[in-house]
């Protein structure tokens, strides 16, 4: 396994172009923000790029084409969503298309979690993420509408061990796609979300470094066998920022590999007296 966006520049077809629109990534700085960002430069978009490591963000915009936009910021304070959208309207002037990427994970035991942990993991994944979109919408709305792309992931859907306050965030994600959907819908702005499985990026370095074994028994979970690169993902950010995907809205995509499938298939082996 390697820790790669794996991006590559290809043909895109014209309902996937971009050209002429804005678009944000937050945490585009690697993984799958990275990713997103080289598929929105690639298919024509200006790309604003924001986190917290203004070196990181630099040297991925030294790779974007139309005049990327860097800017430095915590979404953890209280009020970050909400400044950050300012000083993204006045660098850019509106926005057509926003990606919700930046995240962190956060594997605490009930037992462990304390309410500190719990307020920074939804400080981040949710209410930034809400308040970003909310500050932000009128220019989509003043653009004649727009395009949400929220990156939530399979936690929110499966409720994993050991990840109760992370599982909760990225419940509240989805929950808040379909809902601001319906609220802006009629205002020509579409919200989707992307449940992401199992992909290979510096979230899942310690477990890489520390857990013999742990990378490949998961790929082994996995139907289609390997883990996923940022591109995976990225590729179905585009179809959601784009015109491919004008008359779906209030959606959650999962993007997995067919993880879920193996997990379903796998019932009956470990429940042998229910086999044929
Ligand atoms: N990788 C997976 O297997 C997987 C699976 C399901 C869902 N996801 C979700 O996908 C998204 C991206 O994950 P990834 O794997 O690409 O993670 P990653 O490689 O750790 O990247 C996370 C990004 O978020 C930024 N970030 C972190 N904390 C921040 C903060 N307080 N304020 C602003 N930016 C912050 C990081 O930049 P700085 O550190 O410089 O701020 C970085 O650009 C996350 O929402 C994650 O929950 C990932």
Redesign the pocket.
Known sequence: MTSDTGHSASAISSSHRLDGKVAVV??????????SAHALDTAGARVVL????TA??ERVAAGLQHDPVVLT????PAG?GTDLAQRILHEVGGVDVLV??????MRRTPAQLSEADFDLVF???VR?LVMLSIGLAPSMIERGGGSIIN?????GVHGPLGRVA?AG??GAVDAMTRALAADWGPEGIRVNSI??????????EDARNNVPGLIEDLAGQIALKR??F?DD?ADVVLFFASDASRYVTGETLVVDGGLARVTASNTPARLPELED
């Open positions: 937050t945490g585009a700085s690697r993984g799958i923000g990275e990713a924001t986190g917290r490591t990181d963000l910021a915590d979404l953890a970050a919700n990427n930046a995240g962190i994970p400080s981040i994944n930034s990156i939530s992931s399979v936690a992370y965030t990225k449940a992401p499985g199992l992909i290979a990026t510096a979230i899942w883990w996923g940022g993902i």
